[in-house]
């Protein structure tokens, strides 16, 4: 190995890192290629390879492929190795703890979580496979984007208790919480993995992906309102390098999809909605901008404020004694919701009115 018409040195000279940078090569080669190694006594390199036949069958067996990878090399080495069972003489098995080395998108994944119960003892759960959760191509196309943009969304799928949330901002606000109470000696929220699912659509899909794996876990979207502002530009009164709008009301399209949510509801799940938005439910503000850092001053530099969202997130996790703050709501109809945010509307304009 070395850079070309630079040094080369023996492979076993190299560090583990490059070592198995090398075999994703090598790997990518067989995929693009379809080769294979055959018996022969000739030094050529042409000669050591051969076409793979339609008979041909290979296993793949990887433990732990992430090891001493670069984060852009574990990119690459996942994709090499989704793309090896696309020919029919291939079938690749591995034992990772890394979420990266999971695509939800990919038709022949299959995901099997391996973990001890209480007893010590070493079981698998339900097996995950895109086609039996019923994923269509709607579903696909958001798991794949949000895998593009947050790998870590596969964490769900590492053993503990499971909360989606919808963006940035809740995400922040929980990540906060508990790496606070965890330095604090509490370490009550230690199995907690927080996903975030960047849009209420993904959340939906999402859920369908969990409830094949028959297990609780919980649920945090915005309610959004029924209906929203929009503008159109007019063309007969845009003139003379100015542009002009016509404003009016539609149909929120956020708010179809906490139908698409409802859709989604198990036994198993538990579904909290904050009236509105995050920001307005419980900081009683509206935020255009760095939501996420405004929610982290606020829980930092307000004890109250911390208390509340605490209060919030052990709501959600049916901690013992525990109810949700005001701005929360627990769901299963969507007329629940429809109530409750043309509640607040009212509030609202009330307080308005009165000032």
């Known amino acids: 190995m070395g850079a070309v ?22 790997l990518k080669l067989l995929a693009d290629k379809g080769i294979k190694a055959k018996n022969t006594t000739s030094k050529s390199a042409k000669s050591q390879h051969e076409k793979l036949g339609n008979n041909t069958s290979h296993v793949l067996l990887l433990d732990e492929p992430e090891v001493s990878l670069h984060p852009t090399a574990i990119d690459s080495a996942r994709d090499v190795l989704y793309s090896l069972p696309e020919s029919d003489n291939w079938q690749v098995m591995i034992a990772t703890h890394s979420p990266n080395f999971i695509d939800l998108s990919k038709d022949h994944t299959t995901v099997i979580r391996v973990e001890k119960n209480e007893h010590r003892n070493i079981k698998t759960t339900t097996l995950y496979r895109p086609e039996d959760a019923n994923l269509d191509d709607d579903d696909k196309e958001n798991l794949k984007l949000t895998n593009l943009f947050d790998s870590h969304i596969s964490q769900a799928f590492f053993g503990g208790r499971v909360l989606v949330v919808e963006g940035d901002t809740e995400y922040s606000a929980f990540g906060y919480i508990k790496g606070k109470e965890t330095s604090n000696d509490n370490f009550e929220y230690h199995d907690l993995n927080i996903v975030r699912a960047r849009g209420k659509v993904t959340v939906a899909s999402m859920m369908k992906v969990l409830n094949h794996f028959k297990g609780q876990y919980f649920v ?19 003139k003379d390098g100015c542009i002009a ?3 009016f009301e539609m149909n929120n399209p956020a708010w179809t999809n906490n139908g698409k949510i409802q859709a989604q509801m198990q036994p198993e799940s538990k579904v909290v909605a904050s009236i509105v938005n995050f920001e307005e439910a419980y900081f009683s503000e509206t935020v255009a901008n760095d939501k996420p850092e405004n929610c982290i001053n606020n829980i930092k530099t ?12 052990d709501a959600i996790l049916e901690k013992d004694g525990v109810k949700l703050p005001s701005g929360a709501i627990a769901w299963a109809d969507i007329n629940e919701l429809d109530v409750a945010v043309t509640n607040y509307k009212k509030s609202v304009e009330h307080i308005h009115t009165e000032d």
Not at 302 to 313: A, E
């Open 5 to 26: 018409g630079g040094e080369k040195f023996p492979l076993n000279k190299q560090g583990s890192g490059s070592r198995r940078t090398a075999l994703w090569t090598i």
């Open 302 to 313: 307000d004890p109250d404020m911390y208390s509340k969202i605490k209060q919030l997130l």
């Open 220 to 238: 945090l979207h915005d309610t959004d309102t029924q209906k929203c502002m929009s503008k159109r530009r007019n063309k007969e009164k845009s």
């Open 245 to 247: 709008y016509d404003v």
